[in-house]
């Protein structure tokens, strides 16, 4: 040792050619490095393994760790090959081979290997095999040091058994579960899970089978509530296809499970309704088409009474024209004052008369023109009461949807007729109030006439004894009597109004009954049981209440009560 270096001395005596020694050589070689070296070998022989084999795998040598591991004695492993610590199946692979094929040709080669006791048992040893070099660099042997790591491969080996069971068990339950699930994808929940699963796996295999004893038990539910609804549905359709060609009498009469049997009261209930309403409206129709007759044939008469009446005021014209030409020659002569007196006071007494027929003609024409308001005023009841219906069955279309959509088309063309036949009665009404005060002025007009021929006759009284005034009261009967002709003239033109307007309340009357034909028509669609026969006594009753109206005023529909007044007026008046 000098200081921290060991050295190796090796002295050797030195000879000359004859043999004599000369001297000695002293050679000092540095060994710390391999002292050191010696000092770790010595510590890894006390723990671990070492066993050194030659290149052929033969045992060299192996310490104590390494025999105490593989349960041998060193005279029984000395001189033995390697593969005796190997199975045999191992020692007869390619791999075996390739190891001693690296390690001569110097490679290491490290991993943890397992090999076999004395006694046949496994041992895993984690083993470094280490190829010694020669001073020339050449492999001579080979060092294996080994650690046992039994236990812990041993416990790696359970561990990995455990997990591969396991996987085992949890394919058993998936593979399981899947064909389950197929089964329920395709409608099958009948058969329960009746593989043994692992203990931690039996609560999910429980829960399995009580979800799939639900769904069982929700597919036969399904089932049966759909069986129920095909019934509603199939129930629905007959009733529903009846109602689309009319029939409402139909009715959903077998019961439908607690559910859907509220719904089956309520369509009953809304068929019932519907069928009420049709009747009403199919008497209502019926009562509007006979009421139409009626005003058609009212005011057919009244045209002709309007006519002859026409007539009558044009002969009245004529005559008074001519008492105007009469008059005005009163003023040509005195001479003829006694015999004009005496014939004037006479013509004057018939145009007296005449004058109170003219009256009494107007005030029966006011009173026609009232009646006919009347009667519009019951055309326009009429005509809201329908289009009150109208929309009732507008709303219950509605509420019965695309069922009703037919009827809604029909309850608005009733609207329309409805609404048309109060826009008429609205214009004729009109037109009366207007014809009323015409009336009204011709009848002020006719007494103006009344009361200057009256005038005339006191004048004409008066000639006797005022012959001088004659030509003065000449002029002012001529004045009066061109009143009158105007007077009469206008209201021969109110007459013409009467007769124009009374033409278009024919039309009107004409178009109403058409369109009450019309609606009675489009009724005859629907079947409505005995809301028929209902329909026929309404019918009945509405002739009635018409033969009672005929009774009640008889001048809207006889023709021989009003002479014509052309009787009157054309006699007297060319002696006048």
Same mark, same amino acid.
């Given at each position: 040792?000098?200081g921290?270096?060991r050295?190796?001395?090796?002295?050797?005596a030195v000879?000359n050619?004859?043999?004599e020694?000369v001297?000695?050589?002293?050679?000092?070689?540095?060994?710390?490095?391999?002292?050191l070296?010696?000092?770790?070998?010595a510590?890894?022989?006390?723990?671990q393994?070492?066993?050194q084999?030659?290149?052929?795998?033969d045992?060299?040598?192996?310490?104590?760790n390494?025999?105490d591991?593989?349960?041998y004695?060193?005279d029984e492993?000395?001189?033995?090959?390697?593969s005796r610590?190997c199975?045999?199946?191992?020692t007869?692979s390619?791999e075996?081979?390739d190891?001693?094929r690296?390690?001569?040709?110097g490679?290491?080669y490290s991993a943890r290997?397992?090999c076999?006791?004395k006694?046949?048992?496994?041992?895993y040893?984690?083993?470094t095999y280490?190829p010694v070099m020669?001073?020339?660099g050449r492999p001579f042997k080979?060092?294996?040091i080994?650690n046992?790591?039994?236990?812990?491969e041993?416990?790696?080996?359970?561990?990995?058994?455990d997990?591969?069971?396991?996987?085992k068990d949890?394919s058993?339950?998936?593979?399981?579960?899947?064909?389950?699930?197929s089964?329920?994808?395709?409608?099958d929940?009948?058969?329960e899970i009746?593989v043994?699963?692992?203990e931690?796996?039996t609560?999910l295999k429980?829960?399995f089978?009580?979800a799939?004893?639900?769904l069982?038990?929700?597919?036969v539910?399904?089932?049966?509530t759909?069986?129920?609804?095909?019934f509603?549905?199939?129930?629905?359709?007959?009733?529903l296809?009846?109602?689309?060609?009319g029939?409402?009498v139909?009715?959903?009469n077998?019961?439908f499970v607690p559910?859907?049997?509220g719904?089956?009261?309520?369509?009953?209930d809304?068929? #019932?309704?519907?069928?009420? @309403? =049709? $009747?009403?409206?199919c008497?209502t %129709?019926d /009562?509007i088409?006979?009421?139409?007759?009626?005003v058609?044939?009212?005011n057919e008469?009244?045209?002709?009474?309007?006519?002859?009446q026409a007539?009558?005021?044009?002969e009245?014209t004529?005559?008074?024209?001519?008492?105007?030409?009469t008059?005005t020659?009163?003023?040509?002569g005195?001479?003829?004052?006694?015999?004009i007196v005496?014939?004037?006071k006479?013509?004057?007494?018939?145009?007296?008369?005449?004058v #109170?027929n003219?009256v009494? @003609? =107007? $005030?029966?024409?006011e009173?026609? %023109?009232? /009646?006919?308001?009347?009667?519009?005023?019951?055309i326009?009841?009429?005509?809201f009461q329908?289009n009150?219906?109208?929309?009732?069955?507008?709303?219950e279309?509605?509420?019965?949807?695309?069922?009703?959509?037919g009827f809604?088309v029909v309850?608005q063309?009733?609207?329309?007729?409805?609404?048309?036949?109060?826009?008429a009665?609205?214009?004729?009404k009109q037109?009366?109030?207007?014809?009323?005060r015409?009336v009204?002025e011709?009848?002020?007009l006719?007494?103006?006439?009344g009361?200057?021929i009256?005038?005339?006759?006191v004048?004409?009284?008066?000639?006797?004894s005022?012959?001088?005034d004659?030509a003065?009261s000449?002029?002012?009967?001529?004045?009066?009597?061109?009143?009158?002709?105007q007077?009469?003239?206008?209201?021969?033109?109110?007459t013409?109004?009467?007769?124009a307007?009374v033409q278009?309340?024919t039309a009107?009357?004409?178009?109403?009954?058409?369109?009450a034909v019309?609606l009675?028509?489009l009724?005859?669609?629907?079947?409505?049981?005995?809301?028929?026969s209902?329909?026929a006594?309404?019918?009945s009753?509405?002739?009635?209440?018409?033969?009672?109206r005929q009774r009640r005023?008889?001048?809207m529909i006889?023709t021989n009560n009003v002479?014509?007044?052309?009787?009157?007026?054309?006699e007297?008046?060319?002696d006048f």
């Amino acid at each position: 040792v000098i200081g921290n270096m060991r050295v190796q001395v090796d002295i050797s005596a030195v000879f000359n050619r004859d043999g004599e020694h000369v001297g000695n050589t002293l050679e000092m070689t540095d060994v710390s490095e391999a002292f050191l070296n010696a000092g770790i070998i010595a510590g890894i022989d006390s723990t671990q393994g070492i066993v050194q084999f030659d290149l052929n795998g033969d045992v060299l040598d192996a310490n104590q760790n390494f025999l105490d591991a593989m349960g041998y004695g060193l005279d029984e492993i000395q001189g033995r090959n390697h593969s005796r610590f190997c199975k045999k199946e191992y020692t007869r692979s390619q791999e075996y081979s390739d190891l001693w094929r690296e390690l001569r040709s110097g490679r290491h080669y490290s991993a943890r290997v397992e090999c076999q006791r004395k006694d046949g048992s496994p041992i895993y040893l984690d083993a470094t095999y280490n190829p010694v070099m020669d001073a020339s660099g050449r492999p001579f042997k080979v060092v294996k040091i080994a650690n046992d790591a039994t236990q812990e491969e041993l416990s790696r080996l359970a561990f990995e058994e455990d997990r591969i069971k396991r996987a085992k068990d949890l394919s058993v339950v998936v593979e399981t579960l899947a064909d389950g699930l197929s089964r329920v994808s395709q409608g099958d929940f009948t058969q329960e899970i009746d593989v043994e699963f692992a203990e931690e796996y039996t609560e999910l295999k429980a829960d399995f089978n009580a979800a799939i004893l639900k769904l069982h038990e929700s597919a036969v539910s399904a089932k049966e509530t759909k069986e129920q609804q095909d019934f509603v549905v199939e129930q629905l359709e007959k009733v529903l296809s009846g109602l689309s060609d009319g029939d409402l009498v139909t009715r959903l009469n077998e019961e439908f499970v607690p559910v859907y049997d509220g719904m089956r009261q309520n369509f009953n209930d809304a068929l #019932e309704n519907l069928m009420r @309403a =049709m $009747g009403s409206v199919c008497a209502t %129709a019926d /009562e509007i088409k006979i009421g139409a007759m009626e005003v058609t044939s009212a005011n057919e008469e009244l045209s002709q009474r309007t006519e002859r009446q026409a007539a009558t005021l044009e002969e009245t014209t004529a005559a008074i024209t001519e008492i105007t030409t009469t008059v005005t020659h009163t003023s040509k002569g005195a001479q003829e004052v006694d015999r004009i007196v005496s014939d004037t006071k006479a013509d004057t007494l018939k145009s007296s008369e005449i004058v #109170e027929n003219a009256v009494t @003609a =107007m $005030g029966r024409i006011e009173d026609s %023109a009232n /009646e006919i308001r009347s009667i519009i005023n019951v055309i326009d009841d009429i005509a809201f009461q329908t289009n009150l219906l109208a929309l009732n069955a507008g709303v219950e279309a509605a509420r019965a949807g695309d069922a009703g959509r037919g009827f809604a088309v029909v309850a608005q063309e009733v609207r329309g007729l409805a609404q048309r036949c109060t826009d008429a009665a609205k214009e004729i009404k009109q037109l009366i109030a207007s014809s009323g005060r015409n009336v009204s002025e011709g009848v002020a007009l006719v007494n103006t006439t009344g009361e200057a021929i009256t005038a005339i006759a006191v004048q004409i009284e008066e000639v006797s004894s005022l012959a001088a005034d004659i030509a003065a009261s000449s002029q002012q009967q001529s004045a009066s009597l061109e009143q009158v002709a105007q007077a009469v003239n206008e209201l021969d033109a109110v007459t013409q109004k009467n007769a124009a307007m009374v033409q278009e309340t024919t039309a009107a009357s004409h178009q109403m009954r058409n369109d009450a034909v019309h609606l009675v028509d489009l009724m005859e669609n629907f079947e409505l049981g005995d809301s028929r026969s209902d329909r026929a006594a309404d019918e009945s009753a509405a002739r009635q209440t018409a033969q009672v109206r005929q009774r009640r005023f008889p001048q809207m529909i006889t023709t021989n009560n009003v002479a014509p007044m052309g009787d009157v007026s054309s006699e007297g008046w060319e002696d006048f």
